[in-house]
């Protein structure tokens, strides 16, 4: 009678395979949760960052832009002889960026006591994606053209982002409109490249077959 009674207590103490079972679901769905958490969370990181680096792009460009825009000078006050070494191109503030600045020195070394610093004659250009050009001439009447570049990609920043400048207008108000505008308006648009992947995973459940009841799912089916 004894060892009767050890038997059936210790088939008491155990688990049955349906208990097993269901707690593996169980467990199966806890961890499909979390890992579509983690991705989730991952995937809204990596859209802020590629948002907030084309902004930060964006907001170079304007630096730039007002940088040189700060320095423009008025084509109609320039002698046309040298506006023809710079190529005697006019200035415009719409559509693109055209217009003259003085900056910078001329050809004196600042550096040498009693050098006077001269400033040049630049022709600065802007696309609308950005790109940046500049003709300069020295004190001298000698034209050279600096390495084009991009004010929209810098910093390393990558292919991650591709914002780009759009609709240049220039406000004159009561300004005379072949001068120079009060300011200048445009649009900046970022668009992101490359793909956003969600990824999910299921589960045939305990029956091993698929579109039963027992599936496991870790997304909506519309």
């Known amino acids: 009678m004894?060892?009767?009674?050890?038997?059936t207590q210790s088939r008491q103490a155990g688990f049955s395979m349906i208990e097993v079972l269901v707690a593996s679901s169980i467990l199966v769905v806890i961890v499909m949760m979390l890992g579509?958490?983690?991705q989730q969370t991952s995937l809204a990181w990596r859209?802020?960052?590629?948002?907030?680096?084309?902004?930060?792009q964006v907001r170079g460009a304007i630096g730039a832009i007002q940088r040189d825009a700060s320095a423009a000078v008025d084509a109609r006050s320039i002698p046309k002889a040298l506006k023809d070494k710079l190529g005697g191109d006019a200035q415009s503030f719409s559509g693109s960026l055209k217009f003259y600045?003085?900056?910078?020195?001329?050809?004196?070394?600042?550096?040498?006591?009693?050098?006077t610093p001269l400033r040049a004659l630049t022709y600065?250009?802007?696309?609308t994606a950005g790109a940046r050009t500049e003709a300069v001439l020295d004190a001298e009447g000698n034209r050279y053209d600096k390495p084009s570049a991009n004010v929209?990609?810098?910093?390393?920043?990558g292919s991650a982002s591709s914002p780009t400048l759009g609709n240049m207008k220039a406000v004159y108000g009561d300004l005379n409109p072949l001068g120079l505008p009060l300011y200048i308006t445009f649009?900046?648009?970022?668009s992101s490249?490359?793909?956003?992947?969600?990824i999910g995973a299921a589960s045939a459940g305990p029956d091993k077959m698929w579109n039963t009841k027992d599936d496991i799912k870790t997304w909506v089916d519309n």
Do not use: C, Q
């Not at 600065?124 to 696309?127: A, E, G, I, L």
């Not at 929209?152 to 920043?157: D, N, R």
């Not at 649009?187 to 970022?190: E, I, M, Q």
């Open 193 to 198: 490249s490359g793909a956003n992947l969600d």
């Open 101 to 115: 600045t003085l900056n910078g020195t001329g050809s004196r070394d600042e550096s040498k006591p009693g050098a």
């Open 2 to 7: 004894k060892a009767n009674a050890n038997r």
């Open 152 to 157: 929209l990609a810098f910093a390393g920043l």
């Open 187 to 190: 649009d900046a648009s970022v």
């Open 124 to 127: 600065v250009t802007y696309s």
């Open 47 to 56: 859209t802020g960052v590629k948002r907030a680096s084309g902004y930060m």
């Open 36 to 38: 579509m958490l983690f």
